[in-house]
């Protein structure tokens, strides 16, 4: 990625959602682990209570409608938390800067959500004995599974694949391990449903989400004055591409337009080769109607353009 974009254009390592859920999955761990442990109100152990509260709960022991939510935030263990964490940062960075804040945090809640639905609508049909459910992980499936969609040959490793694999192939991977072990119901202690639910969850979102994501977009207010400033950094940004690729300049001319060529430039995504001329047409939207006129597509070739200079 180019410095200059990284800086000011709304390109980040640590966007605003993916901060906050790093700092409340966190903070709520120690809370739960340092802070109520071993404390007791009406002689009631506090944690107890807390995971009586906000731990996802079968329908017939204890639901309540909330905890579609709250059971997102919590952890069972430091591990749990580490890898739950490093996968987001991994894998939800990106999505954010691409996606925006508003459609990455309605999709990351939606997709945990989504998680948790399947995983107590499903589960007592499998006869398989359900306590109190925990953790990101769902919410993360879905993450997952629009990294995948979004940069499908992009090469990813993580445990237990410590060799790099297209992204594609890598969440059918882990989706099989989750179906496989959910179906042979392995009683390992982990809510492989939830995890299918999650990215189920987010399959519908991404194919069917996008009037919801416009709908909370237009709601949550009007477009911030700064965003303009960053349209602005951007094009500036991606305006030094023409003279770096030796862009031909524009001439006003009365003579017929010569015949449509294209210009091979080093840049692939998906793939597939980025002419200049795709770069050109990217930029010249940018400045008639500002970044965020343009297309998913026009802004994953951005992206992708941007992690290669």
């Known amino acids: ?15 605003p959602f993916i901060k906050f859920l790093l700092a409340a999955n966190v903070a709520i761990y120690i809370v739960q682990s340092f802070f109520i442990a071993g404390l007791t109100y009406s002689g009631r152990p506090v944690d107890e209570t807390v995971m009586t509260l ?15 939510l709250t059971y997102q935030f ?7 938390l580490f890898f739950n964490m490093l996968a987001l940062w991994m894998f939800g960075m990106e999505l954010e800067n691409l996606w925006g804040t508003k459609k990455f945090a309605t999709y990351y809640l939606l997709s945990g959500i989504a998680a948790g639905a399947v995983h107590i609508a499903i589960s007592p049909l499998l006869k398989e ?35 790099p ?51 909370i977009d237009r709601k949550s207010g009007p477009r911030p004055t700064r965003l303009r400033d960053e349209d602005n950094i951007i094009e500036a940004e991606f305006r030094d591409l023409p003279s770096r690729y030796e862009r031909r300049e524009v001439v006003t001319s009365t003579a017929p337009p010569p015949p449509k060529t294209t210009t091979p430039t080093r840049f692939v995504v998906d793939g ?25 597509k026009e802004k994953r070739v951005l992206f992708e353009v941007s992690r290669q200079l």
């Open 1 to 15: 990625m180019s410095p200059n974009l990284g800086q000011g254009s709304g390109y980040s390592v640590f966007p």
């Open 54 to 68: 906000f731990a996802l709960w079968p329908i017939e022991t204890g639901f309540m409608p909330w905890q579609l």
């Open 74 to 80: 919590m952890h069972g263990s430091l591990g749990h």
């Open 129 to 163: 004995t359900l306590g109190p459910t925990v953790g990101a992980s769902g919410s993360i499936m879905g993450v997952l599974l629009a990294f995948g969609l979004t940069f499908p040959t992009r090469p990813v490793m993580m445990f237990p694949i410590f060799f």
């Open 165 to 215: 694999i297209p992204a594609r192939i890598f969440v059918m991977i882990y989706a099989g391990i989750d179906l496989l072990s959910g179906l042979m119901n392995t009683s390992d202690g982990v809510a492989h449903f939830a995890h299918l639910g999650g990215a189920l969850g987010g399959f519908l979102l991404l194919k069917f989400g996008e009037p919801l994501f416009r709908f």
């Open 272 to 296: 597939a080769p980025i002419t200049q001329e795709m770069i050109d047409e990217i930029l010249d939207k940018i400045s008639q109607a500002g970044y965020h006129s343009l297309t998913e």
